[in-house]
């Protein structure tokens, strides 16, 4: 397979600099142009980047210029992680100019014709495309991964539906602060405290894992025939969002069960063989203490959901903790592993 060329957008921004990282040395993809904001437009990337990632920069894209973004530029593939104001009109115009679009923004996510993807979850949607090209006449295209919360919880419920059908979900999350951004939340806001209060993100987690649970007939989605109740909280943890869930599944079933459900879970031969798949797309802990951001938000590159004190619960039937990397799997990662299903299904 002959290598894509690929663009990231905002690439100076925290999702950015996270595509850039996990872009280097890819196997499928090679990165030929960044973009920025009129700030730092005109300078090299190591110039207009403060770099926030534990790693080094990647020598390669130190030295490439910082570019506006804007649709004309020597790529097939763009990766956005645009604030979701810009990417409202600047997605739509890519693709119309016919570039491939994988968006890490939420402007696009709940079009009827754009898919939201996991690929472990819903690849089946990644045909929505065809619809959009032939709705919109462009040859361009506008995939999105979903809200970075809704990730882990998401995969965690697809093998509960398989298995026993869900009836209502209830979520508190503990997210990250890496999900706000930089700069972020300010010090002395998340110092010894906890923010009960994330601008949009319970709308998104009770809408956007039932529309990636649902059913897709290649042209439109039915959402998933449940009900989610989530609330959404800021914690100071650097990366890694924790939700607690509590279900109630179609048909009872033990904690024994889930497990079994979650241990047995495995997405098609297809996707597992993506380079960016991990081995395990849901692995469950069964120490009493486990998932931890700190010991366990890098399984399988960040890219794997964790899950652990599955058990009974009093009111509903079950409940369970999830992990998830937010800045990886919930966000440029998944947004890459996109890109690498709708190539390996010839949709690009």
Known sequence: MRKRRV????????????????????PWFTVSALT????TVGSSY???????LPAEMPAWAGDLPVRPSEPHMDAEIVFSALPSKLAQNLEPAF????????????????????PLL???VNPDHAVLVEQQRKRRGWSGCIVTNCNCTATGVTVSLKPLLDAF???RVFAVSLQAISGSGYPGVAALDLTDNVLPFIAGEEEKLQAEPLKMLGRCDGERVTPADFGISA???????????VVCVTAKLGQPASATEVVAAMDTFAPPQAVRELPSSPPLALSVRRESDRPQPRRDRESGGGMTTVVGRVRADSLLHIRYVVLSHNTIKGAAGGSIQNAELLLSKGLV
Do not use: K
């Open 7 to 26: 663009a990231v957008l905002g690439a100076t921004g925290a999702v950015g600099q996270r595509f850039v990282q996990l872009l280097d040395g890819h």
């Open 231 to 241: 609330h959404c909280n800021r914690v100071a943890v650097s990366d890694g969002h």
């Open 46 to 52: 190591r110039q207009g980047c403060r770099w926030v």
């Open 118 to 120: 996991i690929p472990e």
């Open 95 to 114: 693709a119309a100019a016919g570039y491939q679009v994988f968006s890490n923004a939420s402007a696009h996510r709940e079009a009827v014709d754009v």
């Open 165 to 167: 059908g869900l009836r």
């Open 36 to 39: 920025g904001s009129e700030r």
